[in-house]
């Protein structure tokens, strides 16, 4: 079974910009979180999806959003890109909320 | 953001030497997970734990879910040069869906 992927694998954009990142969970996984990780704050959690809600935010402003559509493939969206945002941006799935988490290769931001 | 307490933050050990970490939190936890990061990839899952007390091996690894629900360790027998990484600890609230709290990571060094 394939794992979780993510696209595109490395980005560069500069201040001002938008980015969207795309997350295919793991068939038959309905669940998808996503983390941002950096040097010095580690993982910290930004939102989870289960069938197309939103179910779970983390401690992020408004300039990141996300959605998740039918098929369970997600989308997050960062919008007036800050030099801040540069991170490692993990998704994970899981086949439901409880169930342990599978982590992709995450997309790597720089923000120039 | 809340994180876990994750100790030692790094280790230098030689190759054959068994290894200890862990993590304690002043919250309770219903999952334990211990994930390890190389570089350019992200966290890959290595043992959960879901039950206060329990312990549970993967091969040359063992962990255990504290009593408490407040903390959890890792043991590493034997290590071997592969073993090289970032280690994380993970909880799960009963209340907090999929979300994940992490600790700051153990960076694992092996001298062959």
């Known amino acids: 079974k394939a794992g979780v992927t993510q696209t595109p694998r490395y980005l560069i954009k500069t201040r001002g910009q938008q980015v969207t990142l795309s997350c295919s969970p793991i068939s038959g996984h309905r669940s998808v979180s996503w983390y941002q990780q950096t040097p010095g704050q580690g993982l910290q959690f930004l939102f989870e999806?289960?069938?197309?809600?939103?179910?779970n935010k983390g401690n992020f402003p408004g300039r990141f959003s996300g959605r998740q559509f039918s098929n369970s493939r997600s989308e997050m969206n960062v919008s007036t890109l800050e030099l801040g945002d540069s991170a490692l941006y993990l998704c994970a799935s899981s086949l439901t909320v409880r169930e342990t988490q599978y982590f992709g290769p995450g997309t790597r931001l720089l923000v120039l | 953001g809340q994180q876990l307490n994750q100790s030692p933050q790094s280790m230098f050990i030689q190759e054959g030497e068994d290894v200890s970490m862990n993590c304690t939190s002043s919250?309770?936890?219903?999952?334990w997970l211990w994930y390890k990061q190389e570089p350019g990839e992200g966290p890959v899952l290595l043992i959960a734990l879901y039950k206060a007390g329990e312990l549970t091996s993967n091969g040359r690894l063992t962990a255990q879910f504290g009593i408490t629900r407040k903390d959890s360790f890792l043991n590493i027998s034997a290590s071997i040069p592969s073993d090289v990484g970032i280690y994380f600890c993970?909880?799960?609230?009963?209340?907090?869906?999929?979300?994940?709290?992490f600790g700051e990571g153990t960076q694992l060094t092996v001298n062959p």
């Open positions: 999806y289960f069938s197309e809600t939103q179910r």
């Open positions: 919250s309770i936890f219903n999952t």
């Open positions: 993970a909880g799960r609230k009963e209340t907090s869906g999929s979300r994940l709290t």
